[in-house]
Each structure stands twice: as structure tokens, then as C-alpha cells.
T-cell receptor, first 116, second 113 residues
């Protein structure tokens, strides 16, 4: 069974540019989460999809961030325009049972975003 | 609001020695507790979780953790570590009935030969 995949693995962009990160969850997983880790700090929750619906987006930093999960399969996270403080590692995770925080989350390897 | 504090940012230890990685949490409601491990260039992997019942939880790779409600702690232990345990370990907490998982800042475990 394929795990959670993320693309790209690394992205280096200049301030003001746009970047789109992609996450492909494990097939059949209803829950999809986005997290971000700024260098050396805690992993912070960004948002949670149940199928195609946003269950909780309270962790999204501001309106420069837009997440979508059309059709309830893969998800994209767009940052537009990117700022220096957006640099970090963006993780995606998926779990099977809709809405169950106790269900094991499977993480992708992350996308390392560097904004210059 | 919940928070997680991992008391050590780095823990060096010799191979075959015991290790304890400390985690304290803060929450006004009942919680679920998790430990994850991240090996280099990989995603996080669940080591173990406490949902209810016995406060001593056994996980993969010989790790275990003990939930202490009075001290709001969930320390991770292994009686004898291997070089391959070198990784970053994250403690996490979720409110029961909630949807969000809050992570600590991580502890880097270095196992030396």
C-alpha cells in the first residue's frame, strides 16, 4: 500500500511568488491534515479535511494560504504571495476514520519550503 | 488551550543504555496522548498512543510510555537503545472529542556507539 506522498520535496521561491504544495493521502482515507514546522519549533496544525469539506481551518496563518481538496482525494495548499516567515516544512497526514482524532495519522515526508 | 512541552531538545545516550524522553502537557479537559518518531528524510510515524485504560502503554520498537494524570506527563522510555533509534521524537496531545492534534517541539535522540 502506498503511503502519503507530497510534492515537491523541496521548493525555493522568492518573496512575493506563489507556491502550490500537493498531498496525496493513502487511498480511502477520509481525513487529511496539513501541518507546518518552522525550523526547530513545534509542528503546528494548519487545517483538517474530512473528505472534501474543511472540518477545522483554525490553524491557517492568514488569507495568503488556501487549501483545497476537490473530490475528497488529493489536496493542495497554495501560498500567495509567499512571505519570508512562511519558510518551513509542510507536512500532510491522513487517517481513515472520518473525524476520529484517535485514529492513527500517517504522515508524508514533508515539503521543505524556503522563501528568500 | 492545550500545549505540549518536551523538556529536552537533545538527548545524547550510549548504545544499550536506557533512555527517557520527557513530555508534559497542559489541558483543561481529558486528552489523548501520542508519541511519534521521525527518522531522517521520512514522515512522522506513530510509536504509541494513550486513549484510556492502563496508564502504561507499549509501542513499537521496544518503546513504552506512562501516562501520569496528576503530573500531566507522558514520558517515553526504552530500557536499551540501539544506534537505529537515532531520530527526532514528538509528543502530541488531542482533546477527547476534538479534532486537532497539538505537537511539542521535538526531542532529538542521538545514540552513540
Amino acid at each position: 500500500e502506498a503511503g502519503v506522498t507530497q510534492f515537491p520535496s523541496h521548493s525555493v521561491i522568492e518573496k512575493g511568488q506563489t507556491v502550490t504544495l500537493r498531498c496525496d493521502p493513502i487511498s480511502g482515507h477520509d481525513n487529511l491534515y496539513w501541518y507546518r514546522r518552522v525550523m526547530g519549533k513545534e509542528i503546528k496544525f494548519l487545517l483538517h479535511f474530512v473528505k472534501e469539506s474543511k472540518q477545522d481551518e483554525s490553524g491557517m496563518p492568514n488569507n495568503r494560504f488556501l487549501a483545497e481538496r476537490t473530490g475528497g482525494t488529493y489536496s493542495t495548499l497554495k501560498v500567495q504571495p509567499a512571505e519570508l516567515e512562511d519558510s518551513g516544512v509542510y507536512f500532510c497526514a491522513s487517517s481513515q476514520v472520518a473525524g476520529a482524532v484517535t485514529d492513527t495519522q500517517y504522515f508524508g515526508p514533508g515539503t521543505r519550503l524556503t522563501v528568500l | 488551550a492545550q500545549s505540549v512541552t518536551q523538556l529536552d531538545s537533545q538527548v545524547p545516550v550510549f548504545e544499550e543504555a536506557p533512555v527517557e524522553l520527557r513530555c508534559n502537557y497542559s489541558s483543561s479537559v481529558s486528552v489523548y496522548l501520542f508519541w511519534y518518531v521521525q527518522y531522517p528524510n521520512q514522515g512522522l510515524q506513530l510509536l504509541l498512543k494513550y486513549l484510556s485504560g492502563s496508564t502504561l502503554v507499549k509501542g513499537i520498537n521496544g518503546f513504552e510510555a506512562e501516562f501520569n494524570k496528576s503530573q500531566t506527563s507522558f514520558h517515553l522510555r526504552k530500557p536499551s537503545v540501539h544506534i537505529s533509534d537515532t531520530a527526532e521524537y514528538f509528543c502530541a496531545v488531542s482533546e477527547t472529542g476534538g479534532f486537532k492534534t497539538i505537537f511539542g517541539a521535538g526531542t532529538r535522540l542521538f545514540v552513540k556507539a
